[in-house]
């Protein structure tokens, strides 16, 4: 069993990795930190006053309201057996509260009473339009629609805009998930980010690891040890693996990205002065095998905030997952509802109904010996945004009053507690991956992936 | 060219004859596969051995069993009722992933006469068993009860058959090796050592990017793999591959999620020729972890698309369980079953097996217990009090 090692990729984290200097540069606006760490950086767009650009630990800068609070988009999306979300120009988000499922995931049929009505908040109430006062003005990319009682309300590249009922400070992306996501999870929402600060060919990635640097093809990209600033040691045999990503003729340096010139005429990007690369070997997309190479590393715009002290890295037939002090695999609970609103239910101020069917049966004691929270220790410290430390009633699975009689201290990410499986017996097991509906993409478990060498990167990490 | 294949003991014998002929092969010890008394090859196929019998009256007698869409509405029939999220459909979930052995509300239809594929795993003959289509008694192969008659298990037409099988190919995760060390030749040899490793490259196949051709070569996942590397001693016997029977770890991954199938007292039965491999893996498989690795694999959603209930197929695979008995209980908790397997022969690169050498033999894998604290059938009775009511326990 090993602890918690992520420092072998190329060190251009703007946290440093859960420290309190990291932590409170972390709620800074982006600009100031761009001169002052290497922190995710982007490229300025036009802006409707009091709109600014928020660091986040997760997620790298993204647009947030005068008081800090992240915007969030819902676009359209097709499910099973229709689509939702909000059309271009349209907000489907209102202050009627929904009552009935939609019928929108099969097999089972719309129609049926949601769970927890007198506790159901409206879609309006768990996600406030951002409204636009009477004066406001389009600019750039961002327009105003009219809602249907209406009032005005701030769109961007189209998309009606929100902020999230669970989001309490500057930086929080608890409502949303960080990417679009495949496969039959709910139409989620979405923090609008202005666009990275990244040449054409490339784009960044959300991992569990934190904001990758990969080609537009999505392939991962590397920095070596080897090379010098500004300069590539990777000779012609060395480039027959190791693939400099080229820049074209036109190309020119801008902010953290210069351009190495590895033959007379023949250029290659580097970021933050360190020549860039794939990988020949590493078979697929958004993937880490090349750091497995003495000397070479994968290459983050930030890396994610370091799980708390104790927990550690265990190997599976997959990769790397996350795992308690003795080994045991973490899992984050995933849950949003099949309602044409596509509520979440997997944040304690929300609905336990789905979370204590799927993992107890509807028995909140076998649920608690089933998928145990995590406890925090007596000594414990949050050192970072994403990791904190809640009490939650284990009955209900609501959060509690510190000192409330049998409340648990826990630990959560994404300010949803994390959990273990009694069923997985060694170190490496992660049995209830998937456990729950849609292989645990609409109620259900997911193991806290790190590394996943097997699924196109694709498993996803807890939202 | 494929080979459709329906097979017991002598007709892998047979198939034996066959196979090398239809790829215009001999076994000769000089092959140029067979180099230095060892021969690979990759799993491109596998599926458990359902049967299709031509005669539709004694296939599956009562029809086919209903599945999670059926089921619903004949639990909840839309009569105008309004109905609770929590108390249907979140309590059918509750049954698929707490399941019971209280009896089922629903009838279970399974394949009517006497013929299966598989194996004699225990050496018996007894009232369960089938006889092979070549007429041997003492066919061990209750999971072709269990899913012979569920449209999606069904014999090459059933979604899961092809979904599934499809998988062991595109799928990295699945990519399964198997090495035979210490062979004379092809044809007889009494003592060959026979390994499965996890091969880490995707196969290689012509340019239509079907058919999957010999030559090819692979890595051996030493990194993540070490759970699947299996050793078992066989022999060859007129070109078929017999093992002794142990346990073994398949990985069978569907649909992006890690899961495995644990096969106790697996053997294998193969047809061997220089270029391919084919015939069955036998065993007794493991009821959890079966029913884990399709819970995975599927959701309520697509056990639809076959008109499969998880609920339904579980209590009759613990019906059915005929070896493993748990200590405790007494129950079994493993089902006689066979899957047929192809292969094609690979090369493994020699310096990927390098970091095998001199460590510690792996950690030999455990199969899935079940989830650690199951509903009782009791428990599943308050569920549907007017349903359970009117169906009786035994």
């Given at each position: 069993m090993r602890g918690f090692r992520a420092s072998e990729d190329m060190a251009v984290s703007g946290f440093n990795r859960g420290s309190l200097a990291g932590l409170l540069l972390s709620l800074l606006p982006v600009p100031v930190l761009a001169a002052a760490s290497p922190t995710e950086g982007y490229r300025s767009v036009p802006t409707p006053p009091g709109v600014r650009v928020q660091a986040t630990e997760l997620d790298g800068p993204v647009f947030a309201d005068a008081k800090g609070r992240t915007l969030y988009h819902w676009p359209l999306g097709q499910l099973r057996n229709g689509p939702t979300g909000d059309p271009p120009g349209k907000s489907e988000c209102t202050d009627v509260r929904t009552e009935m499922s939609a019928g929108l995931m099969s097999p089972y049929p719309g129609g049926l009473q949601l769970p927890d009505l007198d506790q159901r908040p409206s879609c309006a109430d768990e996600w406030p339009p951002f409204l636009a006062n009477a004066r406001a003005r389009p600019v750039g990319d961002w327009t105003i629609i009219e809602r249907k009682d209406g009032r005005r309300q701030w769109a961007y590249e189209g998309f009606a805009l929100y902020t999230s009922a669970l989001d309490r400070k500057p930086g929080d992306v608890l409502g949303g998930r960080p990417d679009k996501r495949r496969g039959d999870y709910p139409v989620s929402r979405q923090p609008i980010k202005p666009p990275p600060d990244v040449p054409p060919g490339f784009a960044v990635t959300t991992k569990t690891t934190g904001r990758l640097l990969v080609t537009a093809k999505g392939d991962s990209v590397y920095a070596s040890d080897r090379d010098a600033p500004g300069r590539s040691a990777c000779d012609a045999e060395c480039a027959e693996t190791w693939i400099p990503v080229l820049a074209p003729a036109f190309a020119r340096p801008q902010g953290e990205w210069s351009l190495v010139e590895?033959?007379?005429g023949v250029k290659q990007w580097a970021f933050r002065d360190r020549p860039l690369y794939t990988y020949g070997l590493d078979g697929d997309t958004n993937r880490l095998k090349g750091g497995d190479v003495p000397g070479w590393h994968n290459v983050y715009l930030q890396r994610a905030p370091a799980p708390p002290a104790g927990f550690t890295v265990q190997d599976t037939t997959v990769g790397q997952v996350l795992a308690d002090a003795e080994g045991r695999t973490i899992y984050t609970y995933f849950c949003g509802d099949?309602?044409?609103?596509?509520?979440?239910?997997?944040?304690?101020?929300?609905?336990q109904a789905y979370r204590l069917a799927i993992c107890g049966g509807g028995d909140p004691g076998r649920c608690l010996r089933t998928f145990p929270y995590v406890p925090a220790a007596e000594n414990a410290k949050s050192t970072s945004r994403a990791w904190s430390i809640v009490y939650v009633d284990p009955l209900t699975g609501r959060f509690a009053k510190r000192g409330q009689d049998g409340a648990l201290r826990v630990w959560a990410f994404r300010d949803r507690p994390v959990y273990t499986f009694s069923g997985d017996r060694r170190p490496g097991d992660a049995f209830a991956d998937g456990h729950g509906e849609f292989r645990g993409q609409r109620n259900g478990f997911k193991a806290f992936w790190?590394?996943?060498?097997?699924?196109n990167g694709d498993q996803p990490g807890p939202g | 060219m494929r080979i459709r294949l329906r097979v017991s003991i002598p007709a892998t014998l047979l198939l034996a004859a066959w196979l090398p002929a239809a790829y215009g092969e001999?076994?000769?010890?000089?092959?140029?596969?067979?180099k230095d008394g060892t021969i690979a090859y990759a799993m491109t196929s596998l599926r458990w051995a359902t049967y299709l019998k031509p005669d539709a009256r004694v296939d599956c007698p009562d029809g086919v069993n209903d599945g999670p869409r059926e089921q619903f509405t004949a639990l909840f029939p839309d009569d105008g009722q309004p109905r609770v999220l929590a108390e249907t459909q979140l309590r059918r979930e509750i049954q698929g992933w707490f399941p019971t052995t209280r009896p089922d509300y629903f009838p279970y239809r399974e394949p009517g006469g006497t013929q299966a594929l598989g194996l004699n795993l225990d050496g018996k003959t007894g009232p369960e068993d089938f006889t092979s289509l070549d007429g041997e008694p003492g066919i061990d192969n209750q999971m072709y009860r269990a899913l012979g008659c569920i449209n999606s298990w069904r014999d090459a037409q059933g979604i899961n058959d092809s979904l599934n099988s499809g998988e062991i190919v595109t799928q990295d995760y699945n990519r399964l090796l198997v090495e035979l060390n210490g062979v004379d030749d092809l044809v007889n040899d009494d003592a060959v050592e026979v390994t499965f490793y996890r091969g880490l490259d995707p196969l290689h196949t012509d340019a239509g990017g079907q058919d999957i051709l010999p030559g090819g070569t692979q890595r051996i996942d030493v990194r993540w793999g070490g759970k699947y590397i299996q050793r078992l001693q066989g022999k060859i016997v007129d070109g078929v591959l017999t093992t002794e029977p142990s346990d073994l770890l398949i990985p069978w991954a569907v649909f992006n999620l890690p899961a495995d199938e644990y096969i106790r007292d697996a053997r294998l039965r193969l047809a061997l020729a220089p270029t391919r491999a084919e015939g069955l893996i036998a065993g007794y498989a493991d009821v959890e972890s079966w029913h884990l690795q399709m819970m995975k694999s599927q959701s309520t959603h697509c056990q639809s698309y076959g008109q499969q209930s998880s609920m339904s197929l579980y209590k009759a695979m613990r019906r059915l369980a005929d070896a493993y008995p748990d200590p405790q209980t007494g129950a079994n908790t493993a089902i006689s079953s066979a899957l047929r397997t192809t292969f094609t022969q690979v090369f493994i690169l020699p310096e990927s097996k390098s970091p095998l050498a001199g460590a510690a033999p792996p950690t030999r894998a455990a199969p899935y217990r079940g989830t650690p604290f199951p509903r009782t059938p009791e428990e599943e009775a308050r569920d549907f009090p007017e349903v359970a009511a009117a169906t009786a326990d035994p």
């Open positions: 590895r033959s007379p099949d309602s044409m609103d596509q509520l979440g239910c997997d944040h304690p101020t929300q609905t790190l590394r996943d060498d097997f699924f | 001999t076994r000769a010890a000089a092959s140029p596969y067979l």
